[in-house]
């Protein structure tokens, strides 16, 4: 059942470019020059007339979420909040039939994020749901939604759930962008065009497992990890934090590079691993001052850099090269060397990757 991987977490983080193509099925044509998602298209009045959309969800689906507000924002120029489940729900929100939440979760059943929807849909909200397990609670209790068709997720630790997520938030975006005239076709057909390629590019960045297996053994020492980034990088950052905490038990924080200065970057000294997103970007001379602080307090970068980098390098301790793509498609490349990281120290420590402590697949009590 784990088709040959030794973990099923394995298994899913290699599913990824099939999972990506399965998602895009049928929305993308084959000359990639349309995308349609039905439920936007079948709810656009309701979904165009809204003057603000609010997005619930928790964990992993939270990070998703940030990324989606990036889109949303940036393409169809639409106000978006994130927000977590469990602090909305408990807020007494400012919400009415002008808003449209949306409501993302892998299982469908997170009590949190099941509570939050319920809540705005008393208050009149619109509801669009964004899960895996097809027919479960939180779809049956929203407006209208789209599933991200990524087949069962087994691992705790959430991944493949998390590239369908945002592929599916990639496509709401674009959708709605091309409804509303936020976006101009030559944008539109780059982005779609290069949302095709990203099956084969992760398939490229799947073959540095056997590389990050071996930078992994060199980590199994820390006790902390920081994980840096900008833009849309920023919640891949949280997310690469995240992997690692849950399953190999490092405490790990996932920051907005910039406020490295604002704090945390007290933390860092020869000990410390910090783990930058530092692809080609706007943002890549920032992030490259950003690492220059980080090694002038001698900590160790382990840097995400475009293949053919040639000034990260010569800084980092070490580069992961990924394939190059458009800035807004960067948290689906990204995102799959730092699973891999997350799982290689895990599984050099000895840790039950698939059954974590104290953590269930789906959180369904508060
Ligand atoms: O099923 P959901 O997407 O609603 O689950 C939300 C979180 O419980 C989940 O993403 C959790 O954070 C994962 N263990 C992360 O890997």
Same mark, same amino acid.
């Given at each position: ?16 470019? *099939? %999972?990506?193509? $399965?998602?895009?099925?049928? =929305? ?29 969800? %928790? ?36 919400? $009415?039939?002008?808003?449209?939440? &949306? ?8 009590? *949190? ?7 705005? =849909? ?17 779809? =049956? ?6 599933? &991200?068709? @990524? ?6 630790? #959430? ?40 099956? *084969? ?14 930078? #992994? ?15 849309? #990088? ?50 890549? /001379? ?22 053919? $980098? ?16 458009? /800035?807004?498609? *960067? ?16 599984? %050099?420590?000895?840790?039950? @990757?698939?059954?974590? =402590? ?9």
């Amino acid at each position: 059942e784990k088709g040959g991987y030794p973990h099923f977490m394995l298994k899913e983080i290699f599913e990824q470019p *099939d %999972c990506i193509h $399965d998602c895009m099925r049928g =929305r993308i044509n084959v000359e990639s020059t349309s995308v349609v998602l039905s439920a936007v298209i079948d709810n656009k009045d309701r979904l165009l007339a809204a003057k603000r959309f609010i997005i619930v969800a %928790c964990g992993t689906s939270w990070h998703a979420a940030l990324i989606g507000k990036h889109l949303i924002e940036s393409l169809c120029r639409i106000p978006v909040e994130v927000e977590y489940a469990s602090e909305f729900r408990y807020r007494d929100p400012v919400i $009415d039939s002008k808003d449209v939440v &949306i409501a993302i979760s892998q299982s469908g059943e997170t009590a *949190d994020t099941l509570a939050a929807v319920e809540l705005a =849909r008393s208050h009149g909200a619109f509801i669009y749901g964004i899960c895996n397990a097809i027919g479960s609670s939180i779809p =049956r209790a929203t407006h209208t939604g789209s599933y &991200i068709h @990524v087949g069962p997720e087994i691992g705790v630790a #959430s991944t493949k759930a998390f590239t369908g997520q945002v592929t599916v938030l990639t496509m709401l975006a674009l959708t709605l962008a091309k409804e509303k005239n936020t976006i101009d076709e030559g944008q539109f057909l780059a982005i779609v065009q290069e949302l095709n390629r990203i099956p *084969d590019k992760m398939k490229e960045v799947l073959k540095l497992n056997g590389s990050i297996a071996e930078l #992994s053994k060199i980590f199994t020492y820390a006790h902390n990890f920081i994980y840096l980034g900008r833009g849309y #990088s920023y919640p891949v950052a949280l997310e690469g934090a995240l992997k690692l905490k849950e399953i190999s038990y490092i405490h790990a924080e996932g920051y907005p590079a910039a406020e490295m200065k604002h704090g945390p970057i007290a933390l860092v000294d020869a000990e410390m691993p910090v783990v930058v997103i530092a692809t080609q970007n706007g943002l890549y /001379e920032k992030v490259l001052s950003n690492i220059q602080e980080i090694k002038a307090r001698k900590g160790k970068v382990i840097a995400l850099v475009t293949k053919g $980098d040639t000034v990260i390098s010569k800084i980092a301790d070490t580069c992961i090269e990924l394939p190059e793509t458009i /800035e807004c498609l *960067d948290p689906l490349i990204t995102t799959v060397p730092l699973q891999l990281l997350a799982y290689h120290i895990a599984v %050099c420590k000895g840790m039950d @990757v698939d059954q974590p =402590r104290n953590l269930a697949k789906s959180v369904t009590v508060e």
